[in-house]
């Protein structure tokens, strides 16, 4: 599975409320309504600028913070493709291998990426192609590629169980 778009660089220490604030928790329902207010206090023109398939490339720890679900959730509807990190916090990695939305750790590619370059992210070869050269991720194990490839880990359960 390829990904290919434009990345959108971030620092260090990007929580969960940067990426998804807590005051729409109880308010947004829908996916596109989380969508919308994707990285609002971070980088305003974020939601209204991504396009499908764009890759978040962040230092460390991203996704500190609580474990809402939404912080994914809002960024895998608003088009995001990949997220590629120096580090993750754990809980947010989680969350988003189990929504469908592919995690990378590859702190050399994320010194390499400048904001706006374009990349490609080739899950099963485990390399991330950028103007200033390739890089080698560990591949996600068969299981992991599966359940990207179904969109997260409900669809896949029920992909699974249709098939029985």
Not at 24 to 45: C, F, I, V, W
Not at 108 to 116: H, K, P, S
């Amino acid at each position: 599975m390829k990904i290919k778009g434009r990345a959108w660089k971030y620092g260090d220490d990007v929580n969960t409320d940067v990426i998804f604030p807590g005051k729409y928790t109880y308010t947004l329902q829908t996916p596109e309504e989380l969508a919308a207010h994707a990285l609002e206090d971070l980088d305003p023109g974020f939601a209204s600028n991504v396009h499908p398939g764009d890759i978040i490339v962040a230092g460390k720890n991203w996704g500190s913070g609580s474990s809402r679900e939404q912080a994914v959730t809002s960024l895998k509807y608003a088009g995001v493709g990949a997220v590629i990190a120096v580090s993750f916090a754990r809980i947010w990695f989680r969350n988003a291998i189990n929504n469908g939305l592919p995690a990378i750790v590859c702190p050399e590619a994320v010194r390499a990426i400048q904001d706006g370059d374009a990349i490609t992210v080739d899950l099963e070869e485990g390399k991330i192609l950028t103007p200033a050269g390739t890089f080698d991720f560990p591949p996600f194990p068969p299981s992991l590629q599966e359940i990207l490839k179904d969109g997260g880990v409900i669809a896949h359960v029920r992909k699974e169980l249709r098939g029985r």
